[in-house]
């Protein structure tokens, strides 16, 4: 039996805050969208294209999470 993993996704999304680039550890790439739209706290959905995954953790190595790019000020 192979242990969880988690898998390192990179995209970039859309939502009416506008667009952000993002890299998440997440099971699916339906999961790092999950993480990227409860991150931004928006009220839409959030479309976005996701690549991935690009690696591979254990999970009891990595736990999900996710990096969404700040705008510039």
């Known amino acids: 039996m192979s242990k969880r993993k988690l898998n390192l996704y990179y995209g970039t999304v859309k939502s009416a805050a506008g667009g952000r680039h993002f890299m998440a550890w997440a099971d699916s790439r339906e999961h790092a969208l999950d993480l990227v739209e409860a991150a931004l706290t928006v009220t839409d959905p959030v479309q976005g294209s996701v690549?991935?995954?690009i690696a591979s953790l254990p999970a009891d190595v990595m736990k999900p999470g996710v990096f969404v790019e700040?705008?510039?000020?």
């Open 51 to 53: 690549v991935g995954p």
């Open 70 to 73: 700040v705008p510039p000020a």
